[in-house]
């Protein structure tokens, strides 16, 4: 299973941006999948997570009201984040989780910055 992440960049505070995640290889059963970022110096965070039937999402803290995670029928998943703000620097990565073993991709770096 192979997990991508695309879409990171730099923009400027208040400004929005689209991730997106693509996963391929054998899925038969995906369970959720997820959104984490890990800014210098932190430990990882939890961003947004969906299960796979689209029902239910859930946020962290930091990103509840500005960010929103969504699916479509191609195994990709999306995080679209709307007035951001300079701590939301950090490298976001996108995660599958199928049969309870979770597949992590490379990351994409955010940065926020005026």
């Known amino acids: 299973v192979q997990v991508v992440e695309s879409g990171g960049g730099l923009v400027q505070p208040g400004g929005s941006l689209r991730l997106s995640c693509a996963a391929s290889?054998?899925?038969?059963?995906?369970?959720?999948m997820a959104w984490y970022r890990q800014a210098p110096g932190k430990e990882r965070e939890f961003v947004a997570n969906i299960s796979w039937s689209g029902i239910t999402a859930f946020y962290g803290d930091g990103v509840k009201g500005r960010f929103s995670i969504s699916r479509d029928n191609a195994k990709r998943v999306y995080l679209q984040m709307s007035s951001l703000k300079p701590e939301d620097t950090a490298v976001y990565y996108c995660?599958?989780?199928?049969?309870?073993?979770?597949?992590w991709g490379q990351g994409t770096q955010v940065t926020v910055s005026s």
């Open positions: 290889g054998i899925i038969f059963s995906i369970n959720s």
């Open positions: 995660t599958l989780v199928q049969s309870g073993i979770a597949y």
